[in-house]
């Protein structure tokens, strides 16, 4: 596969599978405020999707279109991390999972926004200003968790512990990605760790949080192996155009 | 959404208390009140009128006010509050002539 293709599809598939992770909270939020600042950042990441999606299908010139890549696509072929795809077990989980990946898209944008494509140029100057709002509103919850009860510390600490495992894959770069570093298109994954790293111990510093002792690390999504979750996943995401493989809007 | 556990969040006993939102349209034009939200502390007060009030421009800057600390008129203290208002429209500045130019006073 062409290197720049599979750049955009790896970013555009992480932001489409979160989106469609917090569209499941839909309606479903804590309270009406909650609910629509959740699917507030679902619309934002789907819309980043969309764009990188339109273009990677110009990008592969094979006739097929935007919706055909995100849509279309068997699950092996998805390269999103582990991470985005992990379930809504509950509030604290979605909000951790979140902040995990503002963390890294704040970051990621911030370099990307230098990046020597035009096309990654303008859109990750672009998202910067919405991933920079989604961060703070992650952070900040992580803080209240932990500041809050017992009950709201020990969920969040649960989620921490139990997603922790999946973060160590947003740093390994694919073949594609070390290969666009050589000619300044993508970002260098080594300097958006250690920022992460940094961001995280501070956020986790002032909600009284730690991150978990086990240091074990689970890999795959990049290359289209995923969780169990996935599959499931993506029956729903494809439903209608597996049931109606003509429908337009 | 099965493995959404939320239903025990479900109460109004857990939103937070009511914040007054009020958006600013353009620069140097009044604060104008748009509704309320429900948060529990002011950084969540003002992203959830960021998120409820300003999706679609509706301003470029926001207060929010803890409900409780605006003091209101009752309804029963109306009318001598603003009733003896009524026949005194020798008040309004409606008997001067603008200067050319102005186009609000």
Known sequence: MDHKLRYYLEIADNAFILSHRLSECSSNGPFLEEDLANTNV???????????YNEAALIEGKGRTGDDLAYRRDESSYVNAIL???????????????????????????????SKDK????????????????????SEWMIRFGGGTETSKEKAQHAINSLWRYTEELFKPSEADLALREIGVSV????????????????????????????????GGKDGRHSEYM?????????????YPEATW | ?????????????????????????????????????????????????????????????????????????????????FEPADDKIYRHPTFYNLPEGVKQI
């Open chain 1, 42 to 52: 679902a619309l934002d990441l789907i819309g980043l999707a969309e764009s990188l």
């Open chain 2, 1 to 81: 959404m099965k493995s959404l556990k939320l239903t025990s969040m479900k109460n109004n006993e857990t939103q937070g208390p009511v914040w007054e939102v009020f958006i600013q349209s353009k620069p140097g034009q009044p604060y104008k009140h748009a509704g309320s939200v429900h948060a529990y502390d002011k950084e969540m007060a003002i992203e959830n009128a960021r998120d409820v009030y300003t999706r679609r421009n509706e301003g470029i800057s926001l207060w929010v006010v803890p409900a409780e600390a605006i003091v209101a008129v009752s309804s029963t203290e109306s009318s001598a509050f």
């Open chain 1, 188 to 219: 260098d994954l080594d300097t958006i760790k250690s920022r992460w790293m940094q961001k995280t111990s501070e956020i986790f510093y002032l909600s009284h949080l730690s991150k978990p002792e086990n240091e074990f690390q689970l890999f």
């Open chain 1, 231 to 243: 599959g499931y996943m993506l029956t729903e995401i494809q439903f209608l155009t597996n049931k």
């Open chain 1, 84 to 114: 985005v795809e992990q379930p809504n077990t509950d509030f604290a989980f979605i909000m951790t999972r979140q902040f995990f990946m503002d963390t890294f898209n704040y970051y990621f944008f911030s370099k990307l926004a230098n």
């Open chain 1, 119 to 138: 096309f990654l140029q303008a859109l990750a100057t672009k998202s910067l200003k919405e991933v920079t709002y989604h961060l703070r509103r992650s």
